[in-house]
């Protein structure tokens, strides 16, 4: 509603202007002497004091309006009042909002504005008349391309041409089970077309999703397109050129970044143990504490234990032909006998146990023996049926066509 005033006070300013520019000259002295009136979230800036701040550790709204002196009685009130209109339950730490004092001898707080990103605002008016509302701007959406050669890694290419990071985590999620990001190597090739939102136009807010993509890894090309496979349920898969479900039953990776510090490999020599071979039957993921772990299939925990090698360590029986284990955590979060599912965090990357940094040694069991997962062809997940498949053949024609006339970029041409 006070947008509206905005918007209302703002034709007014015009309409009064127009009028000016071809008044008399006693219109023309008025509008030397008029400063033209502005507005910051529908107040009058004149009028008001407007004090910016930034939501510190564990503040909450009532915290901050106890120390502007406003009661409890009134806080309640207002939250009462305007619990449809807006939602101050969690304010995240570090985002601004602002105060509203009144111009007069004593200040006195009006309202108060939660705004934690470019796209909007909650407020609260807390004198006079009570109420609150949340704004929030139209988006836009624009369908772009990006494309690259690899050097180094997936981020990096995509950072020097200073797209959303967000794009390396939507790749990588696309192509998790089939492309190992670990091994890129320098020269694979990427594409993608996804999509991008803005507010006033132009001012980019976030990549909402990924339409489709293409990756050249060891001579192999992969599409991806999004495709609704379930229109009832809403499922969305991203398939590759042949229909193929790009997902597995298995991630590639327990942790989405990080690097493979060690692989398996039963002749592994250590020089602190007088470099004798010691295999190593597990991949050990670097990635700093705190990283989630994810459990890389479906399953069901059989043990959450601790030893003096393994740390503290969570086991999961995928079925009767795989099991995965998960070493050095430092908090598992998961109990023996829970169901999982694939991707669900079951820890935290820590470094107990006999571990010289923090690092997930994932182990891998086929039939009850060690194995590397990385050798081992991975079943699929399900596929779709013929029908679907013939109709999905028929509606990337154009997608596919749009992708393919996508350049790649090399290195040298930014
Ligand atoms: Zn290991």
């Known amino acids: 509603m006070n947008f509206n005033k905005y918007y209302f006070f703002l034709s007014m300013f015009l309409i009064i202007n127009i009028f000016i520019s071809c008044g008399s000259d006693i219109a023309s002295l008025i509008e030397e002497d008029a400063e033209p009136i502005t507005y910051k979230f529908g107040y009058e800036e004149s009028k008001y004091v407007f004090e910016e701040k930034k939501v510190g550790r564990g503040d909450t709204f009532g915290d901050i ?6 009661d ?24 601004p909002y602002t105060l509203i004092f009144t111009n007069d001898s004593i200040p006195s707080l009006k309202a108060f504005v939660y705004h934690p990103t470019i796209e909007g605002y909650s407020l609260i008016q807390l004198r006079d008349s009570i109420f609150g509302k949340t704004f929030k701007k139209d988006r836009t959406y624009k369908d772009l391309s990006a494309s690259g050669t690899i050097d180094n890694s997936l981020y990096l290419t995509l950072q020097e041409q200073s797209i959303d990071p967000l794009l390396t985590y939507y790749l990588s999620d696309i192509y998790a089970w089939t492309i190992d990001f670990f091994r ?36 192999v090309e992969r599409y991806a397109f ?10 969305v898969e991203y398939l590759d050129q042949d229909a193929k479900n790009l997902r597995r039953a298995f991630l590639q990776s327990p ?18 143990y007088g470099n ?13 504490i705190g990283t989630p772990i994810l459990s890389t299939a479906d399953g069901t925990i059989t043990e959450v234990s601790y030893t003096r090698a393994n740390g503290r360590y969570v086991k999961v029986k995928h079925n009767n032909t795989y099991t995965t284990q998960y070493l050095h955590m430092q908090k598992a979060n998961v109990k023996v006998g829970q169901s999982i599912e694939q991707g669900d965090v079951i820890g935290w990357v820590g470094m107990t146990g006999n571990t010289s940094g923090p690092h997930v040694c994932y182990r891998f069991w086929k039939h009850g023996r060690e194995v590397d997962p990385f050798r081992q062809k991975l079943p699929e997940a399900k596929p779709i049926n013929e029908s679907l498949k013939k109709k999905y053949l028929n509606d990337i024609v154009l997608i596919k066509s749009q992708i393919d006339s996508v350049i790649i970029k090399n290195k040298t041409s930014i």
């Open 276 to 288: 004798r071979i010691r295999p190593h039957r597990g991949t050990d993921f670097a990635a700093p």
């Open 255 to 272: 942790i989405k970044f990080g690097r493979i510090s060690s692989r398996y490999n039963l002749r592994r020599r250590i020089p602190l």
């Open 65 to 70: 309006l106890e120390k502007q002196g406003i």
């Open 226 to 235: 999004e495709y609704e496979t379930d229109s009832i349920k809403g499922i």
């Open 72 to 95: 409890y009685p009134l806080i309640y009130e207002a939250l009462e009042k305007t619990k449809n209109d807006v939602n101050f339950r969690v304010l995240q730490r570090g985002k």
């Open 184 to 219: 890129l190597d320098k020269g694979d090739k990427f594409k993608v077309i996804y999509t991008q939102a803005y507010v006033d136009d132009t001012i980019p807010v976030e990549i909402t999703k990924v339409k489709a993509a293409y990756f050249i890894h060891k001579g």
